[in-house]
């Protein structure tokens, strides 16, 4: 398994988790979780993430899910497979939520993300 931290700025951070192959994951070839944190002086605090976790048929492509107490939308598809698409989703979805004076900090620590494709 391929775990690490990418810095957007000081308040926030991706963690990401790539899975070692599974055939189960048809598309990307293995499980991943990409995590937003917030970081806080005592504490981290999850706020999105992105997985390609449900592996029922027709539902290959990663979803977004959003913490609770930050909007009741808890769960949404990104609607693609095209790896450059779902990032470019992903930065979106990122920026909406922390705000859009990070979006370059945000292209670039989603920049450095490998595709979960082996």
């Known amino acids: 398994m391929e775990r690490g931290v990418i810095n957007i700025n000081k308040q926030y951070e991706l963690e990401y988790r790539y899975y070692d192959k599974d ?37 290959w492509s990663p979803h977004i ?23 470019n989703n992903f930065i979106n979805c990122i920026s909406d939520e922390i705000g859009e004076r990070h979006r370059e900090n945000v292209k670039k620590a989603v920049g450095k993300l490998a595709s979960p494709k082996l």
């Open 65 to 87: 899910h959003k913490a609770p107490e930050v909007n009741k939308k808890m769960y949404f598809g990104v609607s693609t497979l095209n790896w450059n698409d779902v990032r």
């Open 23 to 59: 055939t189960k994951y048809k598309y990307f070839n293995r499980r991943f979780e990409i995590y937003l944190i917030e970081k806080k002086s005592l504490r981290k605090n999850y706020v999105l993430h992105m997985d390609n976790c449900d592996i029922t048929t027709g539902k």
